[in-house]
């Protein structure tokens, strides 16, 4: 009579072998192991009108004021500057890292024309608060039509 032997390390390795097979398979689909971020981030801005300003509320949290530009040309706002890396004294292992840092610009187009010499602008909690009071509209004046003989 014949004796089988048989040998569960051959069924766990065939099971790797098609696994490996189904990876190479997906490998094409899966996402990238590693993402490059840009060399610019954007930080997240709310900006509502009233009746007499138009307010930018920009989230900077982590951000010194002092690396914070202002840029007003016409109606185009750009608020640019830099999140700094915080030095670490000790090993750290990361499980999420999503707190973006380097440099940050955003521009807007504002909704109305500003007045640039009365905009105010101050830094609370985190977030920076631009107010920009709008351009007073001059009263329309109409010119009648004239035909000179």
């Not at 640039?116 to 830094?123: A, D, G, K, N, T």
Request: charged share 30%; glycine share 4%; aromatic share 8%.
């Amino acid at each position: 009579m014949a004796e089988f032997y048989y040998s569960r390390s051959a069924e766990v390795y065939d099971v790797q072998q098609e696994m490996k097979k189904l990876l190479e398979y997906m490998g094409g689909a899966k996402p990238p192991i590693a993402h490059f971020a840009p060399s610019m981030w954007e930080p997240a801005v709310d900006v509502y009108e009233t009746e007499d300003e138009i307010v930018a509320l920009v989230e900077l949290a982590g951000v010194n004021p002092s690396e914070v530009r202002i840029i007003l040309d016409g109606r185009m706002l750009t608020i640019r500057g830099v999140r700094e890396e915080r030095a670490h004294h000790s090993r750290r292992i990361y499980h999420y890292m999503e707190i973006r840092k380097g440099l940050f610009e955003r521009n807007l187009l504002l909704p109305a024309p500003v007045d640039e010499s009365r905009s105010v602008s101050s830094m609370e909690d985190g977030c920076l608060k631009i107010i920009l009071p709008k351009v007073k509209h001059e009263q329309v004046v109409h010119i009648e039509w004239r035909t000179s003989i």
